[in-house]
């Protein structure tokens, strides 16, 4: 199983809220940072030395205010570029009264006039890390020309103050650190740096980064931040030999936060779907079921939507399989695949972008191998969904998803989600969040959320779970912070 090597800011920030979840919150987190930033100063310090520890008003600032404690047999001054009062963090600021009561040398820069950071042994750069937005503004823009004009070394905290650890772009006045030490894992730009790099163990169980936890939550923007639109239009294929499924996925789409959602179905499954819900829009096409006559008329539709459920309740008639193939040979959007549309993918000449949802039964007939233990199954989906060239989300106690580099676990939801329907929800809820995130995030969230809303379902009320009960949990699950 991989996780990929370097880390963005934002992805960090994701990881970090996920150990949160698991039990570690970030204040043992910064602890650890602290102290292997401490011992990077040791290595590179001599006893008595002058260490000037200048820092921001955020946690890489905060990462450095633990570090002072560890290093206060040496004469360490610490710089606050800013006053304590506007420390960004509870976190960060506790560190900060606890150098004050250590009686460790402290002091609060308002302004870059006022600025002067001697002729230290060592500075510690700590002013900025993954926070950072555009070109350093004072006082920290004086702090670094006073640090890049010293002979002094630089040990920078996670990054060195003006990479900005998305893009990895450098701002114009960023710090020329010598040496970086950086937590958990390289963050983007480092290594185009003339920077010796050391890559800190700060006790993030890997855990936090191969479950799907609430802080996964954290890659959508929340309603409040967005414009209608932003969530992006779904259109579901499906209807046939059953109508509950595509009214499941087009409903549990919209619950997801899809600001439009279209049905493209057999004429004769569009009247009873329209009975389900006021919310449905439907767009029927001639026939009985999903037949090559009727690709042009769901390809056009699909070709005004940003995605597409592709499978519930299609029905596995020869005449539709050779459909489903033919739409997908001309398709090139992004489009969720389940049910019986599973089995034309393995054999696909297409351009499109897929998330196909599987359960282990489907996945054998694609042509895919299973196994027991969740490790195993785990390498065995991520070769196969390198070997397909599409994203897999394969539905189990554990579901694990994988786009053949990146490899996830599911752990949320409940024996009593294996009724009819909740693989439709799924798909529904997959295909919204594909509209606005990355194939693999996409089927990671959306195995999260169908699970935490059959998990809120059961808390609320028991077994006895019907899939429609699923779709009024989806909001409060992708939309709280946290559990109550
Ligand atoms: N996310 C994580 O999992 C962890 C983060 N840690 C530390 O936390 C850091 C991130 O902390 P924060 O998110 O608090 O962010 P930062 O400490 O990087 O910066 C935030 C502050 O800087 C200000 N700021 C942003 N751009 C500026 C600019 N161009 N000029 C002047 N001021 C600017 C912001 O207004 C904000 O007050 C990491 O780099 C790392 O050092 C570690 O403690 C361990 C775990
Ligand atoms: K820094």
């Known amino acids: 199983m991989s996780f990929g090597q370097v880390i963005t800011g934002r992805e960090m920030a994701v990881i970090d809220a996920n150990a949160a979840a698991l039990g570690v919150p970030r204040k043992q987190l910064m602890e650890s940072s602290g102290h292997a930033l401490a011992r990077a100063v040791r290595a590179e310090a001599d006893p008595g030395d002058e260490i000037a520890i200048v820092a921001g008003r955020g946690n890489n600032g905060g990462d450095a205010l633990v570090a002072a404690r560890f290093l206060d047999d040496f004469q360490v001054r610490v710089f606050l570029l800013g006053r304590p009062e506007t420390i960004t963090t509870d976190i960060a600021r506790e560190n900060w009264h606890a150098l004050e009561r250590a009686e460790i040398p402290t002091e609060s820069v308002r302004d870059s006039t006022a600025l002067d950071l001697g002729k230290p042994d060592l500075f510690v750069d700590a002013m900025l890390g993954t926070g950072i937005s555009g070109d350093l503004r004072e006082p920290l823009a004086a702090a670094a020309a006073q640090m890049n004009a010293s002979d002094t070394p630089v040990i920078a905290v996670d990054v060195p103050s003006g990479l900005d650890a998305e893009t990895g772009a450098l701002a114009k006045n960023a710090v020329a650190a010598d040496h970086v030490v950086t937590f958990h894992k390289p963050k983007p730009g480092l290594d185009a740096l003339d920077v010796s790099v050391t890559v800190a163990d700060i006790g993030i169980p890997s855990a936090a980064e191969r479950y799907v936890e609430r802080g996964d939550l954290l890659r959508l923007s929340r309603p409040a931040d967005t414009h209608k639109g932003d969530f992006g239009e779904v259109l579901v294929v499906g209807g046939g030999p059953y109508t509950g499924a595509p009214a499941l996925s087009a409903q549990a789409a919209l619950r997801a936060g899809a600001d439009l959602v279209r049905v493209a179905c057999p004429e004769g499954v569009a009247r009873e779907l329209q009975g389900y819900s006021e919310n449905l829009i439907v767009r029927p096409f001639e026939g009985e079921v999903f037949s090559p006559h009727a690709v042009e008329t769901v390809a056009e539709l ?169 779709l009024k949990a989806i909001p409060p699950v992708m939309w709280r912070d946290s559990d109550e």
């Open 302 to 470: 699909a070709a005004e939507h940003d995605t597409v459920v592709l499978g519930p309740g299609l029905g596995a008639d020869d005449n539709t399989l050779v459909a489903v193939q033919e739409f997908l040979h001309g398709f090139d959007g992004t489009a969720v695949v389940d049910a019986d549309a599973l089995q034309v993918v393995p054999g696909v000449d297409t351009e499109a972008t897929l998330v196909c949802t599987p359960h282990q039964g489907e996945l054998r007939k694609m042509g895919g191998k299973t196994a027991e233990e969740w490790r195993e199954r785990a390498d065995l989906v991520e070769a196969f969904a390198a070997e397909i060239g599409h994203t897999l989300l394969v539905k189990g106690k554990y579901d694990v998803i994988s786009d053949g580099e990146r490899t996830r676990v599911n752990r949320t939801g409940n024996p009593g989600m294996t009724v009819g329907g909740t693989g439709d929800v799924l798909a529904g809820v997959t295909a919204a969040l594909a509209a606005t995130q990355e194939s693999i995030d996409a089927a990671a969230l959306g195995a999260y959320v169908n699970g935490a809303a059959g998990d809120r379902v059961v808390d609320a009320q028991g077994y006895g779970l019907v899939a429609t009960d699923l």
